[in-house]
């Protein structure tokens, strides 16, 4: 039960992330630099203090694997929010998130790992809710179509990022796993943002406050529970629940920016939730937990 608890928290946080990106006046780039690197800031002297110790049994794989999970992660964030520039916010979110088609493809060639139907089945519903919540709102055009691929490849990122994530965790501690791959992932925007010529400065207030707000709500919490769950449960299981980002956001959306959901969002909504409670009510054999 405890895990779920850390799973739902952690869907309803990174739920907050598409309305404070909303809010917030600034290249994307920037956005997703400050994101990591104000997180990493934080992480940093309690890391120091308490968990860094667990890196002197890592293997020279396992440094791989982290520096490997900090470059998915960076692209996963660089490349979605870049992608809202390009193409339709529909056409960015059902594309980004398609992540959990990649860890079932993925865990199967890497690992044989099989899922029931039923299990199938649930992430086929939760992704038709998907489709439904965006329908109408595809786009055409080759702008569009770059953006769409950018969105793609950041739900394979994302993908990759939670297999990773699975697979060390029984060998480093979280907060020391976290604050590595938060601070390799800042380290990689803040070149991009420089080498692209995005300036740090400039922005209003309300701009920076919303980036501080993205590094803690999403990221710290968000993303830090996510990681977490994905060291108690199977990784399928945790791609699918993240699912709910896009009901938790139209949520938010309705109460913070006054946006209230279509009929079609309200119906998407339901298929996901629905989806994702008959991926959840599978034994744990059946989604490859060890």
Same mark, same amino acid.
């Given at each position: 039960m405890k895990t779920?608890?850390?799973?739902?928290? &952690?869907?309803?946080?990174?739920?907050?992330?598409?309305? !404070?990106?909303?809010l917030a006046e600034a290249p994307p780039l920037v956005i997703a630099a400050y994101?990591?690197?104000?997180?990493?800031?934080? $992480?940093?002297?309690?890391?120091?203090?308490?968990?860094?110790?667990?890196?002197?049994? $890592? %293997?020279?794989?396992d440094g791989l694997l982290i520096l490997l %999970?900090?470059? !998915?992660? @960076? $692209?996963?964030?660089?490349?979605?929010?870049?992608?809202?520039?390009?193409?339709?916010i529909a056409s960015s979110v059902i594309l980004?998130?398609?992540? =959990?088609?990649?860890?079932?493809?993925?865990?199967?060639? $890497?690992?044989?790992?099989?899922? /029931?139907?039923?299990?199938?089945? &649930? *992430?086929?519903? @939760?992704?038709i809710g998907i489709i439904l919540i965006n329908y109408g709102g595809f786009t055409f055009g080759s702008?569009? *179509?770059?953006g769409d691929l950018l969105a793609l490849v950041a739900a394979f990122a994302m993908g990759a990022y939670l297999i990773i994530g699975g697979q060390l965790r029984a060998r480093i501690d979280i907060l020391a796993y976290l604050t590595l791959i938060y601070s390799g992932a800042a380290v990689i925007l803040l070149i991009a943002t420089v080498s692209f010529g995005y300036s740090f400065t400039g922005y209003s207030p309300?701009?920076?406050?919303?980036?501080?707000?993205?590094?803690?709500?999403?990221?710290?919490?968000?993303?830090?529970?996510?990681n977490l769950a994905?060291?108690?449960? =199977?990784?399928?299981?945790?791609?699918?629940? *993240?699912?709910?980002?896009?009901?938790?956001?139209?949520?938010?959306?309705?109460f913070i920016l006054s946006e209230t959901p279509t009929t /079609?969002?309200?119906?998407?909504?339901?298929?996901?939730?629905?989806?994702?409670f008959t991926v959840l009510r599978q034994p744990p054999k059946y989604l490859g937990m060890r």
């Open positions: 779920y608890i850390v799973l739902i928290v &952690g869907v309803l946080s990174v739920s907050f992330a598409a309305i !404070f990106i909303r994101r990591l690197t104000i997180a990493s800031l934080i $992480l940093i002297p309690i890391a120091s203090r308490r968990s860094m110790k667990s890196l002197k049994t $890592l %293997s020279r794989h %999970s900090s470059v !998915f992660i @960076a $692209l996963h964030f660089g490349l979605w929010i870049t992608s809202l520039s390009y193409t339709s980004v998130t398609s992540h =959990p088609a990649f860890v079932a493809v993925i865990s199967y060639f $890497l690992w044989r790992e099989r899922l /029931n139907k039923l299990t199938i089945g &649930g *992430i086929v519903v @939760a992704l702008r569009a *179509i770059f309300t701009t920076y406050v919303m980036m501080v707000l993205l590094a803690i709500v999403p990221q710290l919490i968000g993303h830090s529970c996510l994905v060291r108690l449960i =199977p990784v399928t299981f945790v791609s699918v629940a *993240i699912l709910g980002e896009p009901v938790g956001a139209t949520i938010l959306g309705y /079609n969002e309200i119906v998407g909504g339901l298929l996901i939730l629905a989806g994702i």
